[in-house]
């Protein structure tokens, strides 16, 4: 199981938000690339990258910090946020970036999706409140169901599907388990859970589930909860356990 150490952009800075929404943003940095440094030496593999401005705006909005942060580490990077056509992937890609996460265009434009996870190393992004997919930025929830949506892209070349339970995203009241199982049952597909993850103990119990592939570590590393290097270090365990 995968860790991915979350880092959310808005007006360049690092910050979290509380179920999604753009007023609750805490400052944690004026200097995201610090942190992807940061979570490197710690040992991390993967850095989750989220642009905030970008989700609700529908394109790039913090391309600079996104290009400071991928020069500044060798981590591999999945990024998302506003990107809804070939040309940004490209841009992206082209800038170093391993995964490109779509979300709202996954919804409003699935064959879209299922067109470039052809040509390009793809993770669908379903958040969800109450079972209900919500796109652009969260502002908008829609009358499909996250597991329906999942199942859309089983066997069309998608790399990754990310279950983010938004009821819990920000909240450190743990993560909802039972539905990310859901999502992985219906793509059949390496699925990342994320949203409210809280301690050590959350990612142990991630870690018997046979479904989920991955977790997102935001709020509970920067508010202290988690030792990500230890976390680190039991996920090496699990790896050396499975060989």
Known sequence: MFIFPAIDLKDGM???LTRGLMESAKIYSNEPF???KEFEKMGAEWLHIVDLNGAFAGEPKNLEQIRKIRESTKLKIQLGGGIRDRETINKYIDL????????SIALKNPDFVKNVARDFPIAVGIDAINGFVAVEGWADVSTMLATDLAREFSSVGVEAIISTDIGRDGTLSGIN?????TIAEASNILTIASGGLRDIEDIKNLSISKKIGGV???????????DLKSAFEYYR???????
């Open 177 to 181: 388990i039972p539905f990310t199982e």
């Open 14 to 16: 690092a910050v979290r």
């Open 216 to 226: 997102i570590v935001g709020k509970a590393f920067y508010e202290g909860r988690i």
């Open 237 to 243: 365990k699990l790896i050396k356990l499975d060989r």
């Open 34 to 36: 610090e942190l992807a």
């Open 96 to 103: 170093g970036i391993n995964r490109i996460i779509l979300g």
